[in-house]
């Protein structure tokens, strides 16, 4: 009896130990990615104050142009060019974090993404050290033009990532409609060959729920041709090189597939019409 | 000792136990009853009849104001107890005329349609059908969710530096 009770107490340890550890994997991305929102949005109230106080010296600077006023300027506008540099990279770390959590991304869209991402993180830490070394109000504002060039760059990618994560949602979603089709047609042919007399739905009542997965079947292949214009279009993106244009084409490419999602939506409606019309007797 | 104090003085209230006074509180007793007896013999009037004595003896503010207290309490109490029943009585009383009457006004109407009920196929229970019908559930649901994510738009920032 006492073996047995220790037996039983040492299957609830490891239970409980192993119900510890495995769900610790999935909270911890979403952990990671929330700690680096948060990071982020840190970043970006302290670069609205260095904004600010840049904003403010300048405005000194040029109403008085006095040396002291100038050395002020250029202090608050290194420390704004620096505080924006870090900015960048936090949000681009974010970025990153959140295409790793999204797991319907595949490998192929995934590390392309990802290597962009690190190169532009590596050319902003290396601004942002280069910064140190203006002498003149005129280097700053030449190293900030760079960083402007550079900026677009990353918001082209930001809409890129974006539209990518939202495209392989759809994939799924579509990949998850067909199964279901697929399913329901070879539970109806099932359905159609009974023999039983008098379990068999009569020819009307057949055609009725033949009709239903017609209709779904159509839906289907009007989402699937919406989410091909929609990934024509996301293919694009390379091409941009401006952050307004990049955001045209987002919106346009979210349009697409969300026109995409609602056929597969009434493709699952019609499907949910043939169950019902299979569970109700004649 | 605290708990028996407590204990001794609600038993007091039933009468169960007489609270014990102190020393000096009966000390002060006897005192007066003594001081009764000299003042009135001292007087060269007769002496107090027995009565009255024994009535001296066993007089005690103390003791009277406890008893009053005592009886007050446990009128207390009992209108107290009677006061909660009544208003549970009456609770439950309104509670009860309510539920016949709303059952009253559940009472079937007819209707114009002619209801149809639904007489399940042989297809109703089966596994697979309730199977598909629940993935079915769960992927409407999905595709009823927003895929556009707006907390992630490039920050707005200012690249216009000038002097």
Redesign the interface.
Same mark, same amino acid.
């Given at each position: 009896m006492k073996n047995q009770k220790k037996f039983i107490f040492l299957i609830f340890l490891i239970i409980s130990f192993l119900s510890i550890i495995f769900p610790r994997k999935a909270y911890s991305q979403e952990n990671d990615f929330e700690k680096l929102?948060q990071e982020y949005l840190t970043t970006?109230d302290e670069?609205r104050k260095t904004?600010s106080d840049y904003s403010f010296k300048?405005a000194q600077? *040029?109403r008085f142009k006095t040396l002291k006023s100038q050395e002020e300027?250029f202090n608050a %506008?290194l420390t704004m060019?620096q505080k924006?540099d870090d900015?960048?990279i936090a949000?681009s770390k #974010? *970025?990153k974090e959140?295409l790793k959590i999204s797991s319907e991304v595949g490998v192929p869209k995934n590390e392309p993404l990802n290597a962009r991402i690190d190169q532009e993180v590596g050319w902003f830490n290396e601004h942002k050290e280069k910064l140190t070394s203006a002498a003149s *109000?005129?280097n +700053? #504002?030449k190293d $900030?033009?760079e960083?402007?060039l550079r900026?677009a760059k990353?918001?082209v990618l $930001?809409?890129d990532l +974006?539209a990518t @994560? $939202?495209e392989a949602?759809?994939i799924v +979603?579509n990949k998850? %409609?067909r199964e @279901?089709l697929d399913?329901?047609k070879n539970?109806f042919e099932e @359905?159609k060959s009974q023999d039983n007399v008098e379990?068999k739905?009569s020819t009307y009542k057949l055609q009725i729920i033949d009709r239903w997965i017609f209709e779904s079947e159509n839906r289907l292949i009007r989402g699937e041709e919406k989410l091909i214009n929609a990934q024509s279009l996301i293919a694009t993106f390379a091409s941009k090189q401006t952050?307004d244009n990049a955001l045209s084409l987002y919106n346009q490419s979210?349009t697409v597939?969300?026109e995409s999602?609602l056929f597969?939506?009434e493709a699952? $409606?019609s *499907?949910?019409e043939v169950?019902r019309e @299979?569970?109700?007797?004649? | 000792m605290i708990p028996k104090a407590i204990f001794d003085w609600f038993n007091s209230f039933f009468g169960r136990k007489k609270l014990e006074i102190s020393d000096q509180q009966s000390i002060e007793e006897k005192e007066v009853t003594q001081e009764a007896e000299v003042s009135v013999s001292s007087l060269g009037k007769p002496t107090l009849n027995q009565k009255y004595l024994s009535r001296i003896r066993n007089f005690s503010p103390l003791s009277n104001l406890k008893s009053i207290l005592q009886k007050l309490a446990v009128i207390l109490l009992i209108f107290t107890f009677l006061l909660i029943l009544f208003f549970t009585g009456t609770r439950v009383f309104t509670s009860l005329r309510k539920n016949s009457a709303q059952d009253s006004a559940l009472t079937p109407t007819p209707t114009p349609l002619d209801y149809q009920g639904y007489k399940p196929s042989i297809w109703a229970e089966d596994k697979n059908i309730l199977k598909l019908e629940e993935d079915i559930n769960i992927l409407e649901k999905e595709l009823g969710t927003n895929i556009r994510d707006t907390s992630l738009t490039p920050p707005i920032l200012d690249f216009e530096i000038k002097f």
């Open positions: 929102y970006f670069y904004h300048k600077y *040029l300027a %506008t060019l924006r900015l960048v949000f #974010v *970025l959140k *109000l005129e +700053l #504002v $900030s033009n960083a402007k900026f990353i918001q $930001s809409y +974006l @994560i $939202s949602k759809i +979603l998850r %409609t @279901i399913r329901v539970k @359905i379990d739905f952050g979210q597939l969300g999602q597969f939506k699952i $409606s *499907l949910k169950i @299979i569970k109700i007797a004649e | -």
